[in-house]
C-alpha cells in the first residue's frame, strides 16, 4: 500500500506541474497539450484512489469479473 500511496503523490505532483506549465504556457498549442495532460493524469490519480480503496476487485475483463472461473465448455460446441 506504500508504494501505491508514494505513486499518488508523485501523479498528483506530476498534476501540479502540468496546471502551472498549462497557465503559464502562451503558445495555444503547448497550452492544449498540457490540457490533455491533466486530464490524463486526473483520470490516472482516480484509478489510483479507487484501487487504493480496495474497489479495484470489480474490474471487468469483456465484460466478465476477472475473478469467475471460464464456464465448462462440452466438446463440439
Not at 5 to 13: F, G, M, S, Y
Not at 26 to 45: E, H, M, N, S, Y
Not at 55 to 70: A, M, N, Y
Request: charged share 30%; proline share 4%.
Amino acid at each position: 500500500m506504500q508504494d501505491m500511496k508514494a505513486h499518488l503523490e508523485k501523479l498528483q505532483t506530476q498534476l501540479a506541474e502540468c496546471e502551472i506549465i498549462r497557465d503559464l504556457a502562451t503558445d495555444p498549442k503547448k497550452r492544449a497539450l498540457f490540457t490533455r495532460l491533466t486530464g490524463q493524469f486526473k483520470v490516472l490519480i482516480a484509478d489510483v484512489e479507487t484501487a487504493m480503496a480496495g474497489q479495484g476487485s470489480s474490474i471487468t475483463f469483456l465484460g466478465r469479473k476477472t475473478q469467475e472461473p471460464f464456464p465448462k465448455q462440452e466438446m463440439g460446441e
